[in-house]
């Protein structure tokens, strides 16, 4: 069973911190990682993508990767009230032909608080 | 917006009612799905389509049953749906399908589905 775990939260940060959003997966293959940021009621929104070890930033978003310890996460520098949503993480389970799935987790709630 | 519609926003059915889904996306992308997303669970991957040849059936029952008659069209037609068929279903495209490689997601806004 291929699994992407996140804490669900809530996360609670105040406004101007730096919120860090944490997500592991089971299965060592995977390739190709992302980050949704979802707000009640509205549908999944594609903030980062991630493929290779290490850092990537974005603006005020921070995407890292470990493979080995199969780990990715999200900070989110000088966080602010409309950050507030879920944030999914997903994940392309494995390498190869015929695997087009992403396994997504269940979501961690942010809440920021100004 | 992301370039990628669904209708309706909102669907409220019957269980002996039969009623469809639809979505289009306006990117030139070439693979769409469907997914289902209820409350407290993650993303379910339901269908996938590349060139509009089914790839993914991820043991859907039979109730649904989707159609993609182009690259730039989903629909999902559905009939005697149960209770625990009420959900948010996502319709999500993108560039293509490419082994060992996953293109970006973009998501429509959904449609909530209610089935009485």
């Known amino acids: 069973q291929k699994e992407v775990e996140q804490n669900s939260g809530p996360l609670s940060v105040p406004e101007g911190a730096i919120a860090s959003l944490n997500c592991t997966y089971s299965d060592r293959g995977s390739q190709s990682f992302f980050w949704y940021r979802q707000y009640s009621g509205k549908s999944p929104e594609l903030i980062m993508s991630?493929?290779?070890?290490g850092d990537k930033e974005d603006g005020r978003f921070t995407a890292q990767l470990n493979k080995a310890s199969q780990y990715v996460s999200l900070l989110i520098r000088d966080s602010q009230p409309s950050d507030s949503a879920t944030y999914l993480c997903?994940?392309?389970?494995?390498?190869?032909?015929?695997?087009?799935?992403?396994?997504f987790g269940k979501g961690t709630k942010l809440s920021v608080i100004p | 917006e992301t370039g990628v519609t669904q209708t309706p926003r909102h669907l409220v059915m019957g269980m002996t009612n039969k009623k469809s889904l639809k979505c289009e996306q306006h990117l030139g992308h070439n693979a769409m799905y469907w997914y289902k997303q209820s409350a407290k669970k993650p993303l379910e991957l339901m269908f996938v389509?590349?060139?509009?040849?089914?790839?993914e059936n991820n043991s859907v029952p039979s109730r649904f049953s989707p159609e993609c008659p182009n690259s730039s069209h989903l629909f999902l037609h559905l009939h005697t749906l149960q209770p625990e068929d009420s959900a948010l279903y996502l319709c999500?495209?993108?560039?293509?399908?490419?082994?060992?490689?996953?293109?970006?997601?973009?998501f429509g806004p959904g449609t909530r589905l209610t089935v009485t």
């Open positions: 997903a994940v392309n389970p494995e390498s190869g032909a015929g695997s087009y799935q992403l396994t």
């Open positions: 999500a495209s993108s560039q293509r399908l490419v082994p060992a490689l996953s293109y970006e997601q973009y």
């Open positions: 389509y590349n060139f509009k040849e089914q790839t």
């Open positions: 991630i493929y290779s070890n």
